[in-house]
Nanobody, 118 residues
Framework: QVHLVESGGALVQSGGSLRLSCATS????????MSWYRQAPGKERELVAT????????KYDDSVKGRFSISRDNATNTVYLQMSGLKSEDTGTYYC???????????WGQGTQVTVSS
């Protein structure tokens, strides 16, 4: 059974930094791309960043380029999202997801809440 468990969300001031983690189990982590998504209140969930199985290449939504960095540790089956220069519009619940191409493979986890105060 696949498990995706996000953590690391917090209340942070504008301009601050956070590192999100997603611990995974139940599949061969090193074989799949992984993505981070986020959902702001009242908005649809959006793709933030994707990392290929070997860790390169990575892709980012234009809104986070230069501020966020996705990485992975295939030894511990964990994917990370390092966020810096946080803005109020980064507020939302962040989710990780196993990917095959553009397809999401698993149900959404519980997510982790990021709140950026201005």
């Amino acid at each position: 059974q696949v498990h995706l468990v996000e953590s690391g969300g917090a209340l942070v001031q504008s301009g601050g930094s956070l590192r999100l983690s997603c611990a995974t189990s139940g599949f061969t982590f090193s074989s799949y791309a992984m993505s981070w998504y986020r959902q702001a209140p009242g908005k649809e969930r959006e793709l933030v960043a994707t990392i290929n199985p070997a860790g390169d290449p990575t892709k980012y939504d234009d809104s986070v380029k230069g501020r966020f960095s996705i990485s992975r540790d295939n030894a511990t089956n964990t994917v990370y999202l390092q966020m810096s220069g946080l803005k109020s519009e980064d507020t939302g619940t962040y989710y990780c997801m196993r990917k095959y191409g553009s397809f999401r493979l698993d149900p959404w986890g519980q997510g982790t809440q990021v709140t950026v105060s201005s």
